[in-house]
């Protein structure tokens, strides 16, 4: 049972962002979270380039199975979080979809958020994690400017390298904090029956 859904965002949807995802479904698990991304101007149809399937299979172990797709109005309005590579892709994304601003940020940036919550906060879905994190964005932001993770694609290896460290970390930051934070909801229906069953129950059973 999902408890959320996140999107990731970059421009091509073949390099920082089916990476990202591909992390992130590793440490916060695709039991709990739906997690999918997405270009603002995908090479719609391609496969990931081999740099971001090298990293994900090098960290995980996993196969990164992706093709690039198009972000799109649904994809935004049904995610609870979208984390961008850069703030220019944050502001694309909130401009053309403006209700989604509050969930919306750079990956840097909201793992930085993470990193201000108290030990003891818990919360009952990823919906409801981040409406706690976004009045920490401004806070967060005067402690570091930090934004943006460079695009590497078609640069050399250093530039790769670079980017996926800087993922790398990021996503662990996030996902560790929202394992740590975000209970699984009860599944109500399943508690229901099995109190009816308890109450058919001889006393002696």
């Known amino acids: 049972m999902t408890t959320g859904s996140i999107l990731v965002v970059c421009t091509g949807n073949t390099c920082r962002s089916p990476a990202a995802a591909g992390l992130l479904r590793h440490h916060a698990g695709t039991q709990r979270f739906a997690i999918t ?32 797709v198009q972000i799109t109005a649904a994809a935004v309005s049904s995610a609870d979080l979208v984390l961008t590579m850069t703030a220019e892709q944050r502001s694309l994304v909130t401009g053309l979809f403006p209700r989604s601003v509050r969930r919306t940020f750079t990956l840097l940036e909201f793992a930085r958020i993470t990193q201000l919550l108290g030990s003891a906060e818990t919360c009952l879905s990823l919906a409801d994690f981040v409406r706690v994190c976004t009045p920490l964005r401004r806070l967060a932001n005067a402690r570091s400017n930090a934004m943006d993770i460079a695009d590497p694609y078609g640069g050399p290896p250093a530039g790769y390298v670079h980017s996926f460290d800087l993922i790398a970390e990021a ?3 996030t996902a560790t904090a929202i394992s740590r934070h975000v209970t699984a909801v009860p599944d109500r229906a399943a508690d229901e029956g099995a109190r009816i069953m308890r109450i058919g129950l001889p006393d002696d059973a």
């Open 171 to 173: 996503v662990e930051q």
């Open 37 to 68: 991304s997405a270009g603002t101007h995908a090479a719609v149809g391609k496969r990931p380039v081999p740099e971001a399937i090298n990293t994900v299979l090098e960290l995980t172990g996993e196969e990164l199975q992706h093709t690039a």
